[in-house]
Structures are given as C-alpha cells and as structure tokens.
C-alpha cells in the first residue's frame, strides 16, 4: 500500500506541476485577495472538482463517458469558449485601474469560475483518465485506495500552496503592477490553451 501510494503522490503531482488554467485561476484569486481566506472559496472547489474527477477515473466512470465522440467534441468546444471568455476577464482585471484595492472575485463567482475551470477543461480530464485512471488499474483493494487518496491529497495541498503563493507575491506588490502584469501573461497563457484546445479537439480530430 506504501507504493501504491508513493506512486499515486508522485504522478498526480506530476500532473499537475504544469502551468494550466486551474493553477492560473486559483493562484491570481491568492494574489488579488486582501485576505488568503478570500480565495478558499476557489481552492476548495478546485480541490473537490479535481477529487470528484479522480473518484470518476479511477471507477471508469469517466472513461465511458468519453466514449462518446459528439460528447468529447461538445466538451472540447465548451471549454475553449470558457477559456477565451475566462482570458478577458483576467486581462480586463489587469487594466483596470481599481484593481490595485481588489480582493478577487465574490465566493460565488469564485465557485462557479473553479467549477467551469475543472469540469470544462478536457485536457485535465482527459489526463485524469488516461493517466491516474489507468495506472489505477494496477492496483486493486486498500492498494488501489491508497493510491487514490494519495493522487487527491496532492491536489488539496498543491491548489492551498497556489493560494499562499499568490497572497505572498500580491502582498509584496503594494502598488499592483507586478500583479496587472502578472494578470496579463495569464490571460494570455489561457488565450493560448484556448486556441490549442480548438486544435487538438476540433480541428486535428
């Protein structure tokens, strides 16, 4: 069970490390806060989103679902629309001048944004199933938990480290151009995803 779960910590943080439209959103909801509880709103429901898709893979539940091609393609469209509405948000923070005194976004839109940056991200499910999903497989009884709950505590952990990193650097930022322009590189990285995501999900396919 031991290995199991080192292998289950060690791989979900491998895929999560990389710079994605979760990390951006909930990272800018740390840095924009006055206060870190301000963001928990957004890290605890990126946090269960991620949990929830780990529980669907690792049931093959998820992979069932995405058997579906019109679905997979619908998901794809959905998502790359999101991102690009979700990058002219970010930008539109970052050049207004109020932002200096803001505290990010209202709990409410804060959960609705984490869901929609979760659930209509198919690169990150699609992750979820063909890698935590599949390696899941190898295991089986209190192994198979135990690997499972090692890939959502990495979740958890990494989504309240994003906030505290955030709140950390908007701290020091007392004026707010480092955070305007750390806003701006992150719209465009989510423009960027955007774009990649229409590619690989429409386009290519």
């Known amino acids: 069970m031991l290995g199991a779960a080192i292998h289950g910590f060690f791989l979900a943080f ?3 490390l990389p710079l994605g439209v979760q ?5 800018n909801q740390g840095a924009a806060g006055r206060k870190l509880r301000r963001a928990l709103p957004a890290v605890l429901t990126a946090a269960l ?5 780990i529980v669907l893979a690792v049931l093959g539940v998820s992979v069932l679902i995405l058997s579906w091609a019109w679905l997979k393609i619908a998901l794809f469209a959905a998502g790359a629309v999101f991102m690009i509405y979700i990058g002219w948000t970010i930008w539109r923070d970052a050049s207004t001048p109020a932002f200096d005194g803001a505290t990010g976004l209202p709990a409410k ?4 944004f984490a869901v929609s940056v979760t659930f209509l991200n198919p690169h990150a499910i699609l992750d979820t199933v063909g890698v935590i999903g599949t390696s899941s497989m190898s295991y089986t009884g209190g192994a198979k938990w135990a690997f499972t709950l090692a890939t959502i505590l990495v979740s958890w ?3 309240g480290g994003l906030a505290l990193a955030g709140k950390m650097i908007g701290s020091l ?13 992150s719209a465009l990285i989510v423009w960027g995803m955007a774009i990649y995501m229409l590619y690989t999900g429409l386009i290519r396919n």
Do not use: E, H, S, Y
Not at 23 to 27: A, G, L, S, T
Not at 173 to 185: E, K, P, S, T
């Open 173 to 185: 930022d007392q004026g707010g151009a480092m955070l305007r322009g750390i806003n701006r590189v």
């Open 49 to 53: 989103g991620d949990t929830i898709l």
């Open 109 to 112: 839109k804060q959960v609705v």
């Open 14 to 16: 491998g895929l999560i």
């Open 23 to 27: 990390n951006v959103f909930v990272f």
């Open 157 to 159: 952990i990494w989504f």
